[in-house]
Every structure is written in structure tokens, then in C-alpha cells.
């Protein structure tokens, strides 16, 4: 009776962190696609401009994500989980107060810093209350409920500004499900984990996990690609695509997608298939990016002259790229994992979200950029670009990286 309950993986306070996890990137996705909107509208933000002050969310959570790893490896991880999260909630409050563009941008880029340092807290706390036996099929489970967040909360979003064009409601949305995340945090019951206290020295180890570096660089190619598409895909559709209700949706798909992926690899990486699953999703998601700008090109030269072939190629797009990430992220997530020491998971879970977030923030900055420069249509050529590199990358050096670092 004792194994069968240890080695429940669906426990009480797994299902807690799933909970809160869910309400943090809730509030996270029912602003994102309109936040380019809210900026071009209120405050006559140029293509450019936009980028930079975007940009500034994920560049703060990339300075913050190697510190939150070592502070979560060196001290009781309830009580920094609950600290990151206050202060996650409190900054919607500064979107509220914000009245002018440099005001905003200040709230946004700080807003950045608790929101790195929850996401590894609360990934790490997940990670330490799922049995052993059901460590890796548990952490893909996990990124259901990023997914559920995904597939929800821009149609929400985008539901309540259409009917009601009002930011400042949305602002008021994120802030209350931030605090009911709070609030389910917690009631967590962890279990408390020896703490290191005597280290001989700060090390770049402690920081970010070198013995897997170059599992981080190839994810910096796909969070670079996520960055551009989940930012500037409704700015996109709207001025490109005539399409002016459709974000919504695509995100719905997408998550659809990351949900299918998620449940369909469960058993892959319970069996510890980890390169499969990443080789798998890498591929979808070079042909999903590949399909979401290739439909309207033809359509500009007039190769497919129709809409249907359009929204085929905008709304497939969104069940490729989402199936794609639902194999790689928790894939490249267990890989990171397994090839660090036990004492050093808060380090590991940091260093793949370093990586996602550079990859995400200069997808953003210079998304924008190009965009002003050369149009949308170069921008999104240019995420398969760097797609494909990121592919290229894994199948020539990533996976053997891979296997001739991991730990038994």
C-alpha cells in the first residue's frame, strides 16, 4: 500500500503546482498577443519601438533566471516560491498605474524578474513532489497546464477587449488569477529538502548548468521562434491577413497541438525515449513555421490565389507548431535534467528557461526590428531560418551531446 502511494503521480500537491502553474501563465497569455495592440493604440508605438519595449519583459527574466536557480537550490523552496509569486501578482498593478509609455516600459521590463524567478520555483517544487519512478513522464504532464493557459487565455483576452475595448479590464483579469495562484501555492505541502549550506566557492555551475550548454544554445533557436510568432502574430494577421478575429483561435489550436503532444509522448518519456521525442517536435514545428508563411507568399504571387488556402496554411500552422513544442520542450526539458546532479535541479530548470527566454527576447527585439525595416512577411521568413538552423543543430551535435553527458 505504501509503494502504490508513493508512486502516485496524480498526488494533491502535484496537482496544486499544475493549479498555480496554470493561473501564472494565465495571466501571462491573456495579454500577450494584445499587448503589441494596447502599445500601438494608446501610446502610438512604432513596429520598432514595440519590440524594445517587449523585449525588456524577457530580457529582466533572463538576468534573473540563473540567480532564482542557485536561490532555489540553496533555500526553502516554498518560501521563495511564495515571495516570487507576491511579487508576480503585485507588478499587474503597475500596468493599472502606468500613463505613459516610459512608465509602462519601466512596470514591464521589472515585471520581467519575478516572472523568471516563479517559473523556475514552481517548475522545481513540481519536480520535487512527483515520485521518482514518475519524475519524467510527470514534468511532461506538467506543461499541460501552460497549455491549458495557452489554448484559453488569448481568447479570452481577445474576447473581452473586442466586446468591451477595454485594457484596463484585462489588467484587472491578470491581477485577480495572479493572487488565486498565490493562493493555491499556498496550501503546498513540499517536502523539505537537505539544504547545502557550506559550498566551496560561487561558481558559473551554480549558476547556469554547463554540462549542458549546448543543449541551452539549441533552445535559444526555438525560443527566438516562439518569441516572434506568440508577440507579433495578431499585429501580423491583422495588417497582413485582413484577419482581425483569428488570434484567438490560433492560439486555441496551438494549444490543442501542445495538449495532443503532451499526453501522446507521456509514455515516450516515461520510457526515457528523450532524443526521439525532441527529434520529433523539432521537425513538426520547422514544417508548422515553414506552412504558417508559406501559404500567404504563394497567395501574394498569386501561385494560390485564395483565402481558404490562407487560413489552411495560418490555422494548420497552429496545430503543427503546437504539436512540435509539445514533443520538444519537455523533452529538452528531461535532457537538461539528466544530465545534472540531483542538488543542482533549480540550476538545470533555470538554465533551459535562460535559454527559451534569450531565444524569446531576441525574437522579440529583433522581430520588431526587421519588421520595421522590411515587413512582417521578412520577419517570419526569417523564424524559419533560424528554425531550421536550430534543427540542424540537434540532428549534428545537440543529440550526441546529449548522450555522452547524461546520468545514469
Given amino acids: 500500500m505504501t509503494t502504490q502511494r508513493e508512486e ?10 499544475m493549479a498555480a502553474n496554470f493561473a501564472l501563465f494565465f495571466a501571462f497569455y491573456v495579454l500577450t498577443p494584445l499587448l503589441p495592440l494596447y502599445l500601438s493604440e494608446t501610446f502610438g508605438a512604432t513596429k520598432d519601438m514595440i519590440g524594445l519595449v517587449l523585449s525588456g519583459y ?4 533572463l538576468l534573473f533566471r540563473p540567480f532564482s536557480g542557485y536561490v532555489v537550490d540553496s533555500f526553502p523552496r516554498k518560501t521563495v516560491l511564495m515571495v516570487c509569486f507576491s511579487a508576480f ?17 519601466i512596470v514591464r521590463t521589472l515585471h520581467g524578474g519575478p516572472f523568471g524567478a516563479l517559473t523556475v520555483a514552481n517548475s522545481t517544487v513540481a519536480i520535487d513532489v512527483l515520485p521518482s519512478s514518475r519524475r519524467t513522464e510527470g514534468i511532461g504532464y506538467y506543461g499541460l497546464s501552460n497549455n491549458l493557459a495557452m489554448a484559453i487565455a488569448p481568447t479570452i483576452g481577445i474576447f473581452v477587449y473586442r466586446l468591451t475595448s477595454s485594457f484596463e479590464l484585462l489588467f484587472w483579469i491578470a491581477l485577480a488569477v495572479a493572487c488565486a495562484g498565490w493562493l493555491v501555492d499556498a496550501t503546498i505541502k513540499p517536502t523539505e529538502k537537505q539544504i547545502i549550506k557550506k559550498k566551496n566557492k560561487l561558481s558559473l555551475d551554480r549558476f547556469f548548468l554547463v554540462r549542458g550548454w549546448l543543449l541551452g544554445v539549441n533552445m ?61 517536435g523539432i521537425v513538426i514545428s520547422l514544417i ?40 520538444m520542450w519537455p523533452a529538452f526539458q528531461n535532457m537538461t535534467i539528466s544530465v545534472a546532479d540531483n542538488s543542482q535541479r533549480g540550476t538545470a ?22 519588421a520595421e525595416v522590411l515587413g512582417y512577411a521578412a520577419t517570419f521568413w526569417t523564424v524559419v531560418l533560424v528554425n531550421a538552423i536550430g534543427t540542424a543543430l540537434f540532428f549534428l551535435a545537440t543529440k550526441a551531446f546529449f548522450l555522452e553527458r547524461r546520468l545514469s
Avoid at 524577457?58 to 527574466?61: H, K
Avoid at 486555441?252 to 525515449?273: E, N, T
Avoid at 507568399?297 to 494548420?316: A, H, K, P, R, V
Fill in 220 to 280: 535559444v533557436a526555438f525560443g527566438f521562434c516562439f518569441g516572434v510568432l506568440s508577440n507579433y502574430l495578431a499585429i501580423y494577421g491583422k495588417e497582413q491577413l485582413g484577419m482581425t478575429a483569428g488570434t484567438g483561435t490560433y492560439f486555441m489550436l496551438c494549444a490543442v497541438g501542445l495538449m495532443a503532444s503532451r499526453i501522446q509522448g507521456g509514455k515516450a518519456l516515461r520510457k526515457g525515449r528523450l532524443t526521439q521525442n525532441a527529434a520529433e
Fill in 89 to 105: 501578482a503585485i507588478f499587474f498593478a503597475g500596468y493599472l498605474a502606468a500613463s505613459t509609455l516610459l512608465l509602462f516600459t
Fill in 58 to 61: 524577457t530580457i529582466t527574466a
Fill in 288 to 327: 508548422g513555421y515553414t506552412l504558417f508563411i508559406l501559404m500567404p507568399t504563394l497567395n501574394q504571387f498569386s501561385i494560390f490565389n485564395s483565402q481558404f488556402s490562407i487560413l489552411i496554411g495560418y490555422y494548420g500552422s497552429a496545430l503543427l507548431i503546437g504539436l512540435g513544442n509539445g514533443h
Fill in 349 to 370: 530548470n533555470s538554465t533551459i528557461l535562460i535559454s527559451w527566454d534569450v531565444g524569446m527576447g531576441l525574437g522579440i527585439l529583433l522581430g520588431g526590428i526587421i
Fill in 8 to 17: 502516485r503521480l496524480w498526488n494533491k500537491n502535484y496537482c496544486k503546482v
